[in-house]
């Protein structure tokens, strides 16, 4: 609303500013002021549409053309410098001026825009206020905001600062929630709500980062290249993501890992207490699990479907998906004879036998 007050005044201005300059020109009157007016009224469209224009550029962008400009005017002052030590025409040293001053602002604004993730000293467009160095910035993936297990870090105090969310894990987000399927969907209104969550976790700061990177393609490499840009840490619970990104030296944070590095250790020979969910894809075999979802393969235990029993395990398989138990049946032994409770015998109280 504030922009569009500001848009209105401006073209009021602008019919003002064009009668004020058409009444110097040509005189009192008006059909001159009319023309004016009008013409003043042309020239604040024309700049709206313009401002209209410039919104799908990135300030990033501009800030890197800003500087290149500069950086080239400057280059430009010293080539001539030093060609005007040169005899020559003075005609000539001002066409020389003219073309070294537009190659090389040319130059500079191509070469900063290009390079513009190496300027980390020259990026106003990161609204970060660094005042305590110890506070870290988290990068956060999509799959993380997905999963919803960060909320609960958060919460518990393990992981503070600030959760950097950038625009495109955003859109994905957005795309995901409106998505026809029914599974996709569901997981990403999942997501939306997660955010909701870690805004309101006073542990935490959530920012949305606004930046782009139109020239990067897919979402994975964008977050690379921006976790560069930023030195942060990466949330991620994509695997794949997870490889490139530490081949690329960026420090990752995989929940998934988190949470097997506090699975409870579980040692071959140990006794355990579990329910029978479903038959394991061997023969005779049951599936059981634990709290954390572990699976537990149970061998000859498919006759115990639905019932709990008592396991020894046997072996531990853990893999980079996960972790897997191996377990038998701990045999039932019958108590001794000795140990029956004393009570009358089955001869008793038929009298002698004949």
């Known amino acids: 609303m504030t922009i569009k007050f500001i848009r209105v005044f401006f073209l009021l201005l602008s019919m003002f500013c064009g009668y004020y300059f058409s009444s110097l020109i040509g005189g009192p009157g008006a059909?001159?002021?009319?023309?004016?007016a009008a013409a003043g009224l042309v020239a604040g469209l024309i700049l709206i549409g313009i401002e209209v224009q410039l919104k799908s550029v990135s300030l990033r962008n501009l800030s890197a053309a800003a500087f290149g400009l500069i950086f080239g005017f400057f280059m430009a002052w010293m080539v001539t410098l030093i060609i005007k030590l040169i005899p020559m025409d003075q005609m000539a040293y001002s066409v020389l001026q003219i073309v070294f001053t537009l190659i090389f602002c040319y130059l500079g604004m191509v070469i900063?825009?290009?390079g513009k993730d190496e300027f980390n000293l020259v990026i106003p467009y990161v609204r970060f206020s660094r005042e305590d160095q110890r506070e870290q910035l988290y990068l956060v993936d999509t799959s993380v905001i997905i999963d919803g297990r960060?909320?609960?870090i958060c919460e518990t105090g393990f992981l503070e600062g600030k959760l950097v969310i950038p625009r495109f894990v955003l859109h994905e987000l957005q795309q995901i929630a409106d998505s026809s399927d029914d599974n996709k969907r569901s997981r990403g209104r999942r997501g939306l709500d997660m955010l909701d969550r870690l805004k309101e976790n006073p542990r935490v700061e959530v920012?949305?980062?606004d930046e782009g990177l139109m020239d990067i393609k897919e979402v994975d490499a964008k977050l690379i290249r921006l976790a560069k840009i930023l030195d942060s840490y990466l949330l991620t619970n994509d695997f794949?993501?997870?490889?490139?990104?530490?081949?690329?030296?960026?420090?990752?944070?995989n929940i998934n890992e988190l949470a097997n590095a506090l699975r409870?250790?579980?040692l071959p020979g140990e006794v355990m207490y579990v329910h029978i969910r479903k038959e394991g894809k061997e023969r005779n075999q049951g599936v059981a699990f634990m709290d954390d979802g572990t699976m537990i393969v149970v061998d000859n235990g498919r006759r115990f479907l639905g019932r709990s029993v008592n396991v020894t395990v046997t072996s531990v398989l853990q893999t980079s998906a996960g972790r897997m138990i191996f377990a038998n049946l701990v045999e039932r032994t019958e108590p001794r004879r000795e140990e029956q409770p004393r009570g009358k015998s089955v001869q008793e109280g038929r009298g002698p036998q004949l």
Do not use: W
Request: net charge positive; charged share 15%.
């Open 264 to 266: 409870p250790v579980i």
């Open 31 to 36: 059909q001159t002021a009319i023309f004016g």
């Open 207 to 209: 920012v949305i980062h």
């Open 240 to 253: 794949n993501l997870n490889k490139v990104a530490k081949l690329e030296g960026i420090r990752v944070l």
């Open 150 to 152: 960060v909320s609960a």
């Open 112 to 114: 900063a825009i290009k």
